[in-house]
């Protein structure tokens, strides 16, 4: 446990070393948030949708801007790279298990995303548009929440990762999770403006686990107890089936001489 | 001489990227789905409203559809810009200068994404879809400016590329910068220019011409007067836009490799 709590550590300490790309990915982000803003500002400017008003939507968006990067949506690379190109033997070796392994060092990430990449996108937002801050009671919630989600990510990004030991070039694999996270969480429009048939089907994938049940809590639509049950579901569920495939995978890896 | 050589180099990229077939097919496949993604989040807007900055849905897919189909050309010949810091920080692109060809040609014909013509079929439907489901003047003119329009928006969008990435010449760390402006200014293309406030009108509309990539063009397409009072002339110009364009990001390439003195590794 020690060992996985220092990996954390490494893992905040890996990240905060790049001031610069902060600063900018800073930038990046408002631009963007400024530029999704426009268009559901315009969208709810006759009237709220869906109980979503322009105080909601500027939280939303915000909130958004900044958990995309605390949680991940799309699939990182690293353990990919080292799958194909052989070092992900010196890992398997090591005496750690993988999965958990790389799983503290995300969470080390996360802390030090919370910090950069959350709180300016929200401060933003907060400032410069109306925002909806929710009851004191519910921001326990919320961190738990956003804990789940980024669980769920990195579940989803391990499996993603791991395919890597059958197919050797996975890229068609990341871009279409990508592709599909960024529609299914709820990033670029909230999940409730889809038809009603639409939303139990969304509801039952993975991806509004990773973002869209945050903001949920975060704007205490509904109770958030089904929200977080339905969290906790799939963090468990992608969790063990990463572990299953991971199981499998070293069974078929094969250590070449040399 | 030189078109012969830049025909074997891509040539070589597009076999290499061929040769992980399964991954090939997805990637194409992940592409249409990304550019018909943004489809589905138009229509579920559309949805819940029945205008958007006084534009119907299907005249929204139509702007949508002509920026869709310009980026994934203009993705498909320049998104290879985006490796440029990479090129510059590890040294490859002093290779680049030693070789008897234009450095920015080199740098389009390094790996022509192939995967990415995913995107452009994508936003090839998404136009056919758009314009039969509008109330389109059918002539000559606009027949001939349905095919200029998106082609003059790739151009432009290649500008911008090119523009944003000379950057990282002088900034090492500026690719994230970039993709503020390439990326931003196809999220920005895809939606009438009516949505956005005065600050990023300016910025993306006109300082970056994003304007002319869909939105006055499809203004022309409609027989639509400007609602921001521009002139109606503006939607048959986008050629001259993108040439003008071209040239710009001609000039700053050229002033940017010139300060070039490479990063000492």
């Not at chain 1, 929200?227 to 094969?254: D, E, M, P, S, Y």
């Not at chain 2, 579920?44 to 205008?51: D, E, K, P």
Request: charge should be positive; aromatic fraction near 12%.
């Amino acid at each position: 446990m020690r060992a996985y709590a220092r990996l954390a550590l490494a893992g905040f300490r890996r990240y905060s070393t790049y001031r610069q790309a902060m600063v900018a990915g800073m930038a990046t982000n408002v631009v963007f948030g400024l530029l999704r803003m426009a268009v559901l500002a315009v969208a709810v400017a006759p009237g709220p949708i869906v109980g979503y008003d322009i105080a909601t939507v500027a939280t939303y968006v915000w909130l958004g801007q900044g958990l995309m990067s605390v949680v991940v949506l799309y699939a990182d690379k690293h353990l990919a790279e080292r799958i194909r190109n052989g070092d992900v033997v010196v890992d398997l070796y090591r005496p750690w298990h993988l999965q958990r392994a790389l799983f503290a060092d995300d969470l080390g990430r996360t802390g030090y995303a919370v910090l950069v990449r959350l709180v300016p996108p929200v401060a933003f937002g907060a400032l410069f548009f109306p925002f909806r801050w929710p009851d004191v009671s519910a921001v326990p919630l919320f961190v738990v929440s956003t804990l789940l989600a980024v669980t769920v990510s990195f579940g989803m990004r391990f499996m993603v990762n791991a395919i890597t030991f059958w197919l050797l070039d996975n890229r068609g694999v990341h871009s279409l999770y990508t592709v599909t996270t960024w529609l299914l969480c709820g990033l670029s429009v909230p999940l409730t403006f889809f038809p009603d048939w639409a939303k139990p089907i969304l509801w039952s994938t993975p991806f509004p686990a990773m973002l869209q049940a945050p903001i949920d809590v975060f704007l205490e639509h509904g109770s958030p107890w089904p929200i977080l049950a339905n969290q906790a579901f799939w963090a468990v569920t992608v969790f063990v089936a990463g572990h299953v495939l991971l199981g499998r995978a070293v069974h078929k890896v094969v250590v070449q001489g040399g | 001489m030189a078109e012969r050589v830049y025909a074997k180099l891509v040539g070589a990229r597009l076999r290499g990227q061929m040769s992980y077939r399964t991954s090939f097919v997805l990637q194409c496949v992940a592409q249409a789905v990304a550019q018909l993604t943004e489809l589905v989040i138009i229509l579920v807007l559309f949805s819940r409203i029945s205008a958007l900055g006084g534009f119907s849905v299907h005249e929204v897919v139509l702007m949508y559809a002509i920026a869709g189909t310009a980026f994934g050309i203009a993705d498909m010949v320049a998104g290879q810009l985006d490796e440029l810091p990479t090129y510059i920080r590890t040294g490859t692109f002093d290779v680049l200068l030693l070789r008897p060809l234009g450095t920015l040609a080199q740098m389009m014909a390094s790996d022509l994404h192939l995967r990415k013509i995913g995107r452009v079929v994508g936003g090839v439907a998404a136009l056919a879809y758009a314009l039969s489901h509008n109330d389109i003047a059918w002539s000559p003119f606009t027949a001939l400016l349905v095919v200029v329009a998106p082609i003059s928006g790739a151009v432009i969008f290649a500008a911008i590329w090119v523009v944003a990435n000379a950057v990282c010449f002088w900034v090492v760390d500026g690719q994230e910068l970039a993709n503020t402006v390439t990326y931003g200014s196809n999220a920005f293309t895809s939606y009438p220019t009516t949505v956005y406030g005065p600050w990023l009108r300016r910025f993306f509309a006109f300082v970056i011409p994003g304007a002319f990539v869909a939105y006055y063009p499809s203004l022309a397409l409609l027989d639509r007067p400007d609602p921001l009072g521009g002139p109606a002339l503006l939607g048959w110009i986008s050629p001259l836009v993108a040439a003008a364009a071209a040239v710009v990001a001609g000039l700053v390439w050229r002033t940017a490799v010139r300060h070039y003195r490479g990063t000492g590794s």
